[in-house]
């Protein structure tokens, strides 16, 4: 009991951490949101970077690190630049500095900081900020999950016949991924979805499931930084994530299915074909 007291207590600490940094991130994004962005393209012309995507990781990793020294890190742009990615037992800090990179160089509202930290590989801290929004939203694992401090839920619609679903088409643009996922969203829509929609923001299409803004959402292709904070989020609203394939939820295997019940999460499973991705 004891011993949950104090992780309960170092969890918040790690929160008020993450909070306070992707505050600060934010007030970046802010800065550059409406003006010309220097681009640069990584695996696809559809896949970008921009200076801030680097320079915000850089001073979420370096406040963070000073914090915690003992922590490891992975981040979208680290990774980019050659840095292995693994995911141990350790505490690990999973950035993405700014989800969402191509909505921010068009400077379209949907852009998030998204911060998870995992421990014995769950995420057990989540914060996702959208600075154009000025939204927050935070979750500890068995403490709930918020949005700017007041409690958020998921729908828990059950009847894929009645939910809102979100959908991505992603970064590759490889022929064969883009006709599965096409095929993807159709098959979706044919069980009577009231409709699909697209933030192009994991983390925050995540975050929509979590406070009942839509009731399911999948993807294949994105990696560990596009759902960690997501995931806790999501689960402290009351909602499941898992692999696209039905079984639990693999950080490292580039797909998710976030929904606001395990009997929706099934039924998405039940009409997808499945695209395997080279893990992260
Ligand atoms: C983005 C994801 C989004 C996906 C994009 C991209 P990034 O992450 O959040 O769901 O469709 O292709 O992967 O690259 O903006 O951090």
């Known amino acids: ?34 003006s010309k962005k220097t681009v640069e393209m990584k695996s696809s012309p559809a896949d970008l970077v921009t200076e801030t995507d680097q320079k915000v990781e850089q001073l979420i990793i370096s406040f963070l690190r000073s914090k ?6 992975i981040g979208e742009e680290t990774t980019a630049a050659g840095v292995h990615c693994e995911l141990t ?19 379209f509202q949907f852009v998030a900081v998204s911060i998870g930290l995992s ?26 999950a918020y ?20 959908v991505e088409i992603g970064s ?15 098959s979706i829509l044919q069980q009577g979805v009231h409709g699909v929609r697209s933030l192009g923001s994991a983390a925050l299409n995540i975050c929509q499931v979590a406070r009942g803004g839509g009731d399911v959402y999948v993807e294949h292709g994105i990696h560990c930084w ?38 929706l999460a099934l039924s998405v499973s039940a009409c997808l074909t499945h695209i395997d991705y080279q893990r992260d």
């Open 119 to 144: 421990v014995s590989k769950e995420n057990v801290v989540g914060v996702v900020y959208n600075p154009i929004l000025d939204e927050l939203f935070t979750a500890i694992k068995g403490q709930g």
């Open 172 to 186: 590759s643009r490889v022929s064969a991924h883009l006709q599965t996922k096409l095929q993807n969203i159709s």
């Open 68 to 73: 915690f020294p003992d922590h490891c890190f």
């Open 1 to 34: 009991m004891e011993e949950l007291q104090g992780d309960k207590e170092l969890y918040q600490e790690y929160l008020c951490a993450a909070v306070e940094i992707a505050k600060k991130a934010g007030e970046e994004i802010r800065a550059t949101f409406q």
């Open 147 to 166: 949005c700017n401090g007041k409690p958020i839920s998921c729908s828990k619609q059950q009847d894929i016949s009645q939910c809102l679903a979100l």
């Open 226 to 263: 596009d759902m960690a904070a997501g995931d806790i989020i999501l689960r402290e609203a009351g909602g499941v994530t898992i692999d696209p394939k039905g079984g639990p939820l693999d950080l490292m295997s580039r797909c998710l299915i976030a929904a606001s019940s395990p009997q």
């Open 89 to 107: 037992d350790n505490p690990t800090w999973i950035i993405d500095p700014v989800d969402g990179t191509t909505n921010f160089v068009h400077s």
